[in-house]
């Protein structure tokens, strides 16, 4: 037997799986550099543009502004859905979303959104619940709805407190 040619053999799979871990590290060690490389040589000439007065104009005084909103809790309901459905009531609470300048129109309107809800909420099946893509195009129909009778981006989000299905 050759032990020579044994040993050639245990040696080079042990250094192409060095070379699968090591390669895939350092190509990514030398993009991280590069990228770094790049934003410094941006940020670089900005600051060479501007001076050092741009550069702390840039980042001074900028305030974070939190979008204005009011929330205006509906009432709950509980309706019976499509009889064909295995599910036969639902019981949901809807939260609104609008600007505050808006409110007293929403309360004013609330028993037109209300009659809205539950024409929409009798005509669907528990099908059309599944899953958090349903429950985003519940959100999304009863707002569109909503903005209907409001006009256009009264209500910014509709929100669900509950939602339960029997």
């Known amino acids: 037997m050759n032990t020579d040619a044994g040993k050639a053999r245990t040696g080079t799979p042990g250094r192409q799986r060095m070379y699968v871990i090591v390669l895939p590290l350092a190509r990514l060690a030398l993009g991280a550099a590069a990228l770094c490389g790049v934003a410094a040589a941006g940020f ?9 007065d741009g550069v702390a104009r840039l980042f001074e005084g900028t305030p974070i502004a939190e979008p204005a909103q009011a929330t205006l809790d509906m009432p709950e309901l509980l309706v019976n859905l499509r009889p064909d459905t295995p599910s036969r009531f639902m019981k949901i609470g809807v939260t609104l979303a609008l600007a505050p300048k808006d409110r007293g129109r929403v309360e004013q309107a609330m028993p037109h959104l209300v009659n809205a809800q539950q024409e929409f909420l009798r005509n669907i099946d528990q099908h059309d619940l599944r899953g958090s893509a349903g429950l985003l195009r519940l959100r999304g129909e009863l707002r569109r709805r909503f903005n209907l009778i409001l006009g256009p981006d009264t209500v910014s989000d509709v929100l669900l407190r509950s939602l339960l299905t029997q």
């Open 44 to 52: 670089g000439g900005y600051w060479m543009a501007v001076g050092p």
